[in-house]
C-alpha cells in the first residue's frame, strides 16, 4: 500500500502573520520531521488561496481578517517547509477543502491502494474538512491526522466550565426534566436557536465553533443537497 502526506496550509499567514498562534510555530518542526519521513513524490501541499475581492466573499464577511492573498508574502509556505517541499507536489485551494486533490488521490488510488495521513493547519477547519472530503470519496481509503503535528483551537477556546447546555431532541420524559432543569441547571439550557442570543460572548463564540464543525461534517454526506448550512443556528430541537 502507498502512503501519502497531504500536508495543509503551513503558511506564513497561519503561523506568524495574520492568524499566526503560537502553537502553529510549536508544530512547524514536527511537520518538517513527517515529512522526512515519506518520499517528496509521495507528499502533497495545499495552499489556501485568496484574492484582493477576499473582505467580499462569504468566508471573508464572516472572517473579516485578509489573509493567504495570492503573491503575498503571507500566502508563501513557511520557509521550512517549503525547503523540505523542493520536489513535492503544492496544490491552491481558494477554501477550506481542496476538490483538486481528492480527484487527484482517487486517480492515483485507481491505479493502486492508498494510505492517506493529513498534518496541517488548522485542525479544526481545514485539516478536517479535507479529512472529510477524502473519506467521502474514498470511504475504503485509511485516512488518519497525526495530532501531534495540527494545531486549530487555542487554548483560550477550550472552556473551563460547561457554558450551555443545548437540547437537540427529547420525548415526554425528556419535557418534564427541562422544566425541572429551567429552575435547576447550573448552566443555560437552550431549547430554541434563538436562545444563542442569551448567552455571554465566550458561550456565544463556542457555539459558533461547533456550529461551524457542524457545517464541516456536512461535507462528507453521501448527497450534499442533504447538507444545510447554518442549521445550528435555525434548527430548533426534535420532539418525539
Not at 501541499?45 to 467580499?56: A, I, K, Q, V
Not at 485516512?143 to 483551537?153: F, K, L, N, P, Y
Not at 418534564?176 to 429552575?183: N, Y
Request: one cysteine or more; aromatic letters at 6%.
Amino acid at each position: 500500500m502507498r502512503k501519502i502526506l497531504v500536508v495543509i496550509d503551513m503558511q506564513n499567514d497561519f503561523i506568524d502573520g495574520s492568524l499566526g498562534t503560537k502553537e502553529a510555530q510549536q508544530i512547524v518542526p514536527r511537520v518538517v520531521e513527517k515529512m522526512k519521513e515519506y518520499d517528496p513524490w509521495n507528499i502533497y501541499l495545499t495552499r489556501d488561496t485568496h484574492y484582493e475581492n477576499y473582505l467580499d466573499t462569504q468566508e471573508g464577511r464572516n472572517l473579516p481578517v485578509e489573509h493567504c492573498i495570492e503573491g503575498t508574502h503571507g500566502w508563501q509556505l513557511n520557509d521550512a517547509v517549503a525547503k523540505a517541499a523542493e520536489k513535492a507536489t503544492v496544490i491552491d485551494k481558494p477554501t477550506f477543502g481542496s476538490n483538486r486533490l481528492a480527484g487527484l488521490l482517487m486517480t492515483e488510488r485507481a491505479q493502486e491502494a492508498l494510505e492517506i495521513e493529513l498534518v496541517g493547519l488548522c485542525t479544526d477547519i481545514c485539516v478536517v474538512s479535507n479529512a472529510l472530503l477524502f473519506k467521502a470519496a474514498m470511504p475504503e481509503a485509511p485516512i488518519t491526522v497525526d495530532a501531534s503535528c495540527c494545531a486549530g483551537v487555542t487554548p483560550e477556546d477550550i472552556p473551563q466550565r460547561v457554558p450551555y447546555l443545548r437540547v437537540l431532541a427529547c420525548n415526554s420524559r425528556g419535557r418534564e426534566v427541562l422544566r425541572c432543569m429551567k429552575t435547576t441547571a447550573a448552566a443555560p439550557v437552550l431549547t430554541r436557536s434563538a436562545d444563542v442570543r442569551r448567552l455571554d460572548a465566550a458561550a456565544q463564540r463556542l457555539f459558533a465553533l461547533t456550529a461551524r464543525a457542524e457545517e464541516q461534517y456536512t461535507l462528507a454526506y453521501p448527497s450534499l443537497a442533504a447538507a444545510k448550512p447554518g442549521s445550528a443556528w435555525t434548527t430548533d430541537p426534535v420532539i418525539l
